[in-house]
């Protein structure tokens, strides 16, 4: 591997390239740690020494995403996660909106299109992820009630003197959108220009940030011996899940020989690889999202005069240590599983393609057959796809319930960290075995 990466930064268009990424992540990185106007940088790191939303789900994933940035409010708090919204959005609405279908079907054109309405609903989902964030750090919710915002010494945003509050506030969250449309233009800047696909690298540099010191608050809380247990069984994690990332059912396809003019064409072989995984990580965003939602409902009031069934929720729904809130969850990946597939892989499309150009599947008749076979191998092939998303997730409630720390869901070594880095790793070192592999070289695959 080392021979193999000698070689890339040898190669001068893939050593710009290479450098080039590196730089951005630099710039992404920069902004992430600078503070917005209007916070006080020194009240949110006493705020973080007190709480880090340790039962807050969803912003917990938030800030994963982002890199830690989140909950220092910096002009890139928001990270990526806007535009990942924006794009699921997008994705689910292609089903339901018969014009962005056309426009899937257009192809580059079409596309295009889709892409520019994307980047618009980003800027708008920013818009409102901006307010409800610093609504939040205004009435220290953002670090669940423990920072009082009328004692000086926790203000996350104070007020200047002689400068309205509400200006303040504008300013902040005009920064805060302004800043996800930069990180938004910085991950297509990677795409066009660097190495891997540039949103996921972002993503990636935003949870490898947070290892190195998520790993030593473990070293400090739970002793040498159980961080080397833990760094094994992390080992052990990541090597299954390029096992399962890599596994793929392939069916084969034939394609008859056809005569167009003078010209014989077809007749040749290839097949349709269907992941294991064919969701991704989505699953886990959506069933994290929902599950939010009693979390969301407890924060409308106070901890003290709860009823026997709110209590109940804060104890079982809003607990991540509590076995039905694991129970819901892992039931909640499997149905999300499900769901996400079926929208996004249509059996009928692909066996309508196959039959247009005179494809079809060995032993199955072209047409509705084959879009049954392939239904049936598709559902066959999801549900250890959507075991296998449930159990990673769930595997940071279960180090912590071992570990017994407070703090379980900054666990960076389980569930969706370990599912988006060692996928986008994957991606980045096949495209870049891939222009190795055109000038002669050996790849970092072996």
């Known amino acids: ?51 880090e939303a340790a039962n807050n789900d969803l912003l917990n ?110 300013v902040l ?3 805060m959108t302004a800043g996800t449309g930069v990180v938004m233009w910085l991950g297509e800047l990677i795409t066009d220009r660097g190495v891997g696909n540039g949103m996921s690298v972002l993503i990636f540099t935003s949870i490898a940030a947070r290892l190195p010191g998520e790993g030593w608050s473990i070293k400090e809380s739970s002793g040498t011996g159980k961080f080397f247990l833990v760094l094994g069984l992390v080992l052990v994690i990541i090597a299954l899940v390029v096992f399962i990332e890599q596994a793929q059912r392939r069916i084969p396809v034939q394609y008859a020989k056809r005569m167009i003019g003078r010209r014989m064409y077809g007749g040749t ?25 009693p979390q969301l409902y407890l924060q409308f009031f106070d901890k003290n005069t709860l009823k026997p069934y709110q209590v109940w929720i804060q104890n079982h729904l809003a607990d991540p240590v509590s076995p039905l809130y694991i129970g819901v969850m892992f039931l909640l990946i499997i149905f999300f599983t499900y769901f996400y597939v079926s929208i996004t892989f249509n059996p009928t499309e692909v066996a309508e393609n196959m039959k247009k150009y005179g494809g079809f599947v060995p032993g199955i008749r072209p047409g509705k057959p084959t879009a049954d076979y ?47 880095m060692v996928g986008v790793g994957l991606e980045t070192v096949k495209q870049i075995e891939s222009q190795l592999m055109q000038r002669n070289y050996e790849g970092f695959l072996r």
């Open 1 to 51: 591997m080392l021979s193999a990466f000698t070689s890339a930064l040898r190669t001068p268009d893939l050593r710009k390239k290479l450098l080039f990424t590196v730089a951005i992540v630099g710039i992404y990185r920069l902004g992430a740690t600078l503070p917005s106007p209007g916070v006080s940088y020194a009240n949110v790191r006493a705020c973080l020494k007190i709480t």
């Open 61 to 170: 994933l938030l800030n994963l995403f982002s890199g830690g940035a989140l909950l220092q409010l910096s002009v890139f708090a928001l990270g990526i996660m806007p535009y990942i919204t924006a794009s699921i959005i997008l994705q689910l609405l292609t089903v339901v909106i018969p014009r962005l279908e056309q426009l899937r079907k257009e192809g580059q054109s079409g596309q295009a299109k889709i892409t520019q309405y994307t980047r618009y609903l980003t800027l708008g989902l920013a818009v409102l992820q901006a307010s409800a964030f610093v609504a939040l750090a205004r009435t220290g919710q953002l670090f669940n009630g423990l920072c009082d915002q009328n004692d000086p010494t926790y203000q996350i945003i104070p007020e200047a003197t002689g400068i309205p509050m509400w200006l303040t506030l504008s």
């Open 173 to 175: 969250v005009m920064t």
């Open 269 to 293: 072989s290839t097949y349709i690889p269907l992941k294991v995984n064919q969701a991704g990580v989505v699953p886990v965003i959506f069933a994290s999202s929902l599950l939010y939602l």
């Open 374 to 420: 392939l239904d049936f191998i598709l559902s066959r092939i999801t549900l250890p796809g959507a075991l296998y998303l449930g159990l990673i997730s769930v595997l940071p409630n279960f180090f912590f319930i071992w570990l017994n720390q407070s703090q379980y869901q900054n666990f960076p070594f389980g569930g969706t960290a370990v599912l988006i």
